[in-house]
C-alpha cells in the first residue's frame, strides 16, 4: 500500500474492514458486550497491514479475519436494532439512518 | 438515560458536531483522529474530575468498561497520550492525500507513515466507550449534525450526503452489497 493506491480508493479491502471495525467499535460499547478476540483481532489487522507494505496480502490472516467478522456483524446489526430502539424513547427522527444500506444490516437474518 | 445531562455553550455544541461529522464522515483511516479530539473536548468541557465521579457512577449497559476506566484513568491517560501521538503523525500524512499534495511525499514518508498505522489499533475500545459516555451523557444525544460538518466526503470529490429525512425504501437485496 502507498499513499496514492491509498487516495485512489484501490485498497477496497483494507478500508472496508477498518470502517466495518469502525461500526464494530461502537457496536460493542452501545451493547456493553465483551470480546475476548480483540488482541487476536488487532494482531490479524497488524499482519495485514504489514503485508500489504511488503506488497503481498496475508492470505491466511485475512481468511481468518473475515470468519471472525460474520460473527461481528451480528452484533453490528444488533446495535442498531438498540440505537433505534433508543431513539423511539427519545422521540429522536433517525433521518439519514434509514438508506438501504442500514437497513440492510437491520434486517439481516442472523443464525442463532 | 441518564437524568442530569451536561449542557454546554452553543458554541460547544457545534464544536462537537463537527468533530462527529469528521469522524463520521472520514473515508480515510484519520477517522480516529477527530474521535479523539471530540474526547479531548469533552474531557476539558465536563471537567476531569467531573467526569471520573460521573464514570464511576454510570449505569448504561457499558457500565463495566466506564467504572474500569475510571479506576484505572492514570493508565488510561498514558495510554491516550501515546495513541494521541501516532495518530497527530499519521493524520499529517492524511492531511496530504486530502490536499492532493503528492510532491512532498517519498518512499521514506510513506515508510514512516506504515510505521505509525500499523500500530495504531482497528479495536480501541477506551476512546469509543468514553466517546458514547458523553454523548449519552449530554445534550449531544438529540441533536442532529448538520450537513455542513460532513466536510470530509465532501470535500473528497465524494458527492454531498442527502440531507432531509427520507421514507424507508424497499430493500433491494441484489444492489445492497458490495458498494464498499
Redesign the interface.
Known sequence: MNLHEEFDFRNYELRSIWHFYKCYNLAIVILGKEDPNIRHKNHLWKRIVESQIEGEINVKAYTQLKNLMRNDFAVISEAIKEISRENEELGYDEGDLWTPNALAVQFMEVED | ?PKNLISSPPSIYQLYLRKLGAFGSS???N?LYFLKEFVDLGIQDFGEERVIEMLKNDN??????CKEIAENWDDVKRDFRIFDIRLTRAKG?YD??EK?D?SK?NDK???E??GY???I?????DI??L??FLIRNSPL??Q?IPSEAWKVLEHSGLKK?????????P???E???G??
Do not use: H
Open positions: 438515560m473515508i480515510f483511516g477517522d448504561s449497559p457499558n457500565s463495566k468498561r500524512f496530504k492525500i492532493k503528492f511525499i514518508d510513506v515508510e507513515f506504515m498505522s500499523k500500530r489499533s482497528f479495536i480501541k475500545e469509543y466507550t466517546a458514547i444525544q438529540k442532529t450526503l442527502e440531507s432531509g429525512n427520507k421514507t424507508p425504501q430493500l433491494n437485496t444492489s445492497s452489497g458498494e464498499n
